[in-house]
């Protein structure tokens, strides 16, 4: 709670999206992996359901709208799970998906 006794809202997503590489005449750099950014999402209880069943880590779709105090950038109203981590393990051995979170 803050302050003023409302409940907090930050609808931020953190969302791993590729390191960005470069080169140029004095050199380059190769990189591997995830670097996070933050993402805004429109807060519904309908979204927040969705994200406690979700057994993330996932590789998803977002569904976007332009963010009305900033049209240069989106909100995210949804997604739809591509696959999870938890879909198709190497080796073919099952792992237990986390169970969701009891509000």
Not at 55 to 63: E, G, I, K, R, S
Request: charged share 25%; aromatic share 8%.
């Amino acid at each position: 709670m803050s302050k003023t006794g409302a409940p907090y809202l930050i609808p931020v997503l953190f969302v791993g999206k590729p390191i960005r590489q470069w080169k140029n005449d004095k050199g380059q750099c190769l990189t591997f992996g995830l670097q996070h950014q933050e993402v805004k999402f429109v807060s519904s209880d309908a979204m927040t359901r969705k994200l406690e069943q979700t057994a993330f880590p996932v590789l998803v779709t977002f569904d976007n709208e332009p963010d009305p105090e900033d049209p240069s950038r989106n909100l995210v109203i949804d997604y739809q799970v591509v696959c999870s981590l938890f879909d198709n393990v190497p080796g073919g051995k099952p792992l237990d998906k986390p169970q969701p979170i009891k509000s």
